[in-house]
């Protein structure tokens, strides 16, 4: 199993960046997603969930309204696209893959970073 992310960068805020997942290693429609983020000095959170039908999200009070998580099946890639972005959103963000079930693992990526800044 493989996270790969990707499109982190630095922006101003008010500014948008649109993170990817590439996953590989699973069957990708099986598997909720979710993105996670750390700042530093802070605990890991949970940023963004999506389903593995891709019909049900939810998303931290913070970003509700800003940030949007999809998928794509074809590609087995999952996005986030953030809008609005704020100082506070400057974060190292990672993909995650939970377990299905108490015999498998879940796994990170290695993030990519985010730094909003004027």
């Known amino acids: 199993v493989q996270l790969v992310e990707s499109g982190g960068g630095s922006v101003q805020p008010g500014g948008s960046l649109r993170l990817s997942c590439a996953t590989s290693?699973?069957?990708?429609?099986?598997?909720?997603m979710r993105w996670y983020r750390q700042a530093p000095g802070k605990e890991r959170e949970l940023v963004a969930g999506?389903?593995?039908?891709?019909?049900?999200?939810n998303y931290t009070d913070s970003v509700k309204g800003r940030f949007t998580i999809s998928r794509d099946y074809a590609k087995s890639r999952v996005y986030l696209q953030m809008n609005s972005l704020k100082p506070e959103d400057t974060a190292v963000y990672y993909c995650?893959?939970?377990?299905?079930?108490?015999?498998?693992?879940?796994?990170w990526g290695q993030g990519t970073q985010v730094t909003v800044s004027s």
């Open positions: 290693g699973f069957t990708f429609s099986t598997y909720a």
């Open positions: 999506i389903s593995s039908g891709g019909t049900s999200t």
């Open positions: 995650y893959r939970p377990r299905n079930g108490v015999r498998e693992r879940d796994y």
